[in-house]
């Protein structure tokens, strides 16, 4: 069993900053790796970051440059800082591990933090 929690969402003008944070609990390793999604209204979930256990990082076309993201392994925390934001990077932004075999090919995610930008 895996839980996950994101946090650290809100509102934010175009062209500013938040931070995202995701506490990992459970039977999760910091070998896994963890992903982050998003959801805007009507839209399907979305692929925005990944960072590998040994911290190899990989983003959308959509944010890169503008967002990053990290981990901190002894904590179990991940985290995807957000800059430049825009409008269209309002969604609801969700935590996931990568399913492998450390977590029996599941795919567990957190409740999801909402991100409002406001042009």
């Known amino acids: 069993q895996v839980q996950l929690v994101e946090s650290g969402g809100g509102l934010a003008q175009a062209g500013g900053s938040l931070r995202l944070s995701c506490a990992a609990s459970?039977?999760?390793?910091?070998?896994?790796?963890m992903d982050w999604y998003r959801q805007a209204p009507g839209k399907q979930r979305e692929l925005v970051a990944s960072i590998t256990g040994g911290g190899n990082t990989n983003y959308a076309d959509s944010v890169k440059g503008r967002f990053t993201t990290s981990r901190d392994n002894v904590k179990n925390m991940v985290y995807l800082q957000m800059n430049s934001l825009k409008p269209e990077d309002t969604a609801v932004y969700y935590c996931?591990?990568?399913?492998?075999?450390?977590?029996?090919?599941?795919?567990?995610w957190g409740q999801g933090t909402q991100v409002t930008v406001s042009s």
């Open positions: 996931s591990n990568s399913p492998d075999s450390t977590t029996s090919w599941r795919r567990y």
């Open positions: 459970g039977s999760i390793f910091s070998i896994n790796t």
